[in-house]
């Protein structure tokens, strides 16, 4: 199992660009969710989604969209990148129920 | 969810035990306690959790104090690896989970 997959790695944007970070799971896990972290911070939730076809915010939900039409896949949208967006994006997923996440390696955005 | 409190950062020497704790004041008698670490810049790896009784895995040991007000992580035997940032959790439920800025554990030779 590859676990859950985050790309790009690294990206580069100009502030008012759209883009898509992409997380997949091939764990078969009903719960996924967006992070972000800064510098010396810890994560914050950005979206979560319980299965396939519900999304619910974090705690940081504006400027980001999220959809959740497969299992498998829980791509995360900057509609017009912003700055303040420059992060550590972190994916994660787990079973039903209570139990450990499973983190992605991470997606560094920087947005000048 | 539950407030915790760790210190900033804290050393320890490579093979003795590490004793990591965790205030958590306001606990609720449904909440976890979660540890997980973040080695550099990785995604966090899940270590422990427990609710009431002590907890012991693979990779360390989790007491939770009698009226759960605080929790110590026991890495038993420390390794230049387990150098890594380590988050104390409480959640009620599954969907918000939260980071604080946690502890700076590094182990030195």
């Known amino acids: 199992n590859a676990g859950v997959t985050q790309t790009p790695k690294f990206q580069v944007l100009k502030t008012g660009q759209s883009m898509t970070l992409q997380c997949a799971q091939d764990?078969?896990?009903?719960?996924m969710s967006w992070y972000r972290q800064d510098p010396g911070m810890g994560l914050r939730l950005i979206h979560y989604?319980?299965?396939?076809?519900?999304?619910d915010q974090g705690e940081v939900p504006n400027g980001y969209n999220v959809s959740r039409s497969t299992t498998e896949d829980f791509p995360l949208r900057l509609l017009s990148a912003a700055p303040s967006q420059t992060s550590v994006y972190f994916c994660a997923s787990r079973p039903a129920g209570a139990g450990e996440l499973f983190f992605g390696e991470g997606s560094r955005l920087t947005v000048l | 969810d539950a407030k915790t409190t760790q210190p900033t950062s804290m050393d320890c020497a490579e093979g003795r035990a590490a004793n990591l704790p965790c205030n958590h004041s306001?606990?609720?008698?449904?909440?976890?306690v979660y540890w997980y670490r973040q080695i550099h810049s990785q995604g966090p790896q899940y270590i422990i959790h427990?609710?009431?009784n002590n907890e012991t895995n693979e990779m360390a040991s989790l007491i939770i104090t009698e009226d759960r007000k605080s929790s110590t992580l026991i890495l038993p035997h420390a390794t230049l690896r387990d150098t890594a940032v380590y988050y104390c959790i409480v959640r009620v439920n599954d969907y918000k989970l939260s980071f604080g800025a946690g502890t700076t554990v590094t182990v030195r030779a």
């Open positions: 306001t606990i609720s008698g449904n909440e976890y």
């Open positions: 989604s319980v299965g396939a076809g519900i999304t």
């Open positions: 427990g609710l009431k």
């Open positions: 764990m078969n896990h009903e719960y």
